[in-house]
T-cell receptor, first 112, second 114 residues
Framework: GDSVTQMEGPVTLSEEAFLTINCTYTATGYPSLFWYVQYPGEGLQLLLKATKADDKGSNKGFEATYRKETTSFHLEKGSVQVSDSAVYFCALKARNTDKLIFGTGTRLQVFP | DGGITQSPKYLFRKEGQNVTLSCEQNLNHDAMYWYRQDPGQGLRLIYYSQIVNDFQKGDIAEGYSVSREKKESFPLTVTSAQKNPTAFYLC?????????????FGQGTRLTVV
């Protein structure tokens, strides 16, 4: 079945460091791919999305590129801030399905 | 402000009791979803609905029930049959079932069985 695999956390970085959170997926056809962010005690917010191969989603300095050949959608940011500390979820929505399928989430901790 | 409202934010339940979590949206979205989140785990789908008066089981529907009598509302009942109900519950909605359509989430309800 369709699934999403994320790197385990926590990811611990100093402020202004480069961030990569890995995400790979398994799906039939070409799904849409999403990154969501969850701040402590809150719901999820959409961070970015990509709907076809080679698309790059970007928002608030975060980027992710839809790589069909490696079935990946890694999240990157060039310079993280303390305020980026949160849990990040990769998700997919496959063709002919009504469901968003989520990875297990990766906690990011950024220290000053 | 358009959005999704979940209530209450915190809920305590005694063992053997049913409780109902509220989810209301004013985004005019067709689709609504309930997810359960446990520490260190991803989100697991409980139920979803694409249209009024219709809903489908997700991956972990046992011990839960829902209704969709109005487009705006999708309440979730956690019944006494749910063996381990303590969790964070998230309601979401999306404009339609399209491939490119993202979901919008409420702020969540934390349910604790005491």
């Amino acid at each position: 079945g369709d699934s999403v695999t994320q790197m385990e956390g926590p990811v611990t970085l100093s402020e202004e460091a480069f961030l990569t959170i890995n995400c790979t997926y398994t799906a039939t056809g070409y799904p849409s791919l999403f990154w969501y962010v969850q701040y402590p005690g809150e719901g999820l917010q959409l961070l970015l999305k990509a709907t076809k191969a080679d698309d790059k989603g970007s928002n608030k300095g975060f980027e992710a590129t839809y790589r069909k050949e490696t079935t990946s959608f890694h999240l990157e940011k060039g310079s993280v801030q303390v305020s980026d500390s949160a849990v990040y979820f990769c998700a997919l929505k496959a063709r002919n399905t009504d469901k968003l399928i989520f990875g297990t989430g990766t906690r990011l901790q950024v220290f000053p | 402000d358009g959005g999704i409202t979940q209530s209450p934010k915190y809920l305590f339940r005694k063992e053997g009791q049913n409780v109902t979590l509220s989810c209301e949206q004013n985004l005019n979205h067709d689709a609504m979803y309930w997810y359960r989140q446990d520490p260190g785990q991803g989100l697991r789908l409980i139920y979803y609905s694409q249209i009024v008066n219709d809903f489908q089981k997700g991956d972990i529907a046992e011990g839960y029930s829902v209704s969709r009598e109005k487009k705006e509302s999708f309440p979730l009942t956690v019944t006494s049959a749910q063996k381990n109900p303590t969790a964070f519950y998230l309601c979401a909605s999306s404009a339609d079932r399209g491939l490119y359509t993202e979901a919008f989430f409420g702020q969540g309800t934390r349910l604790t069985v005491v």
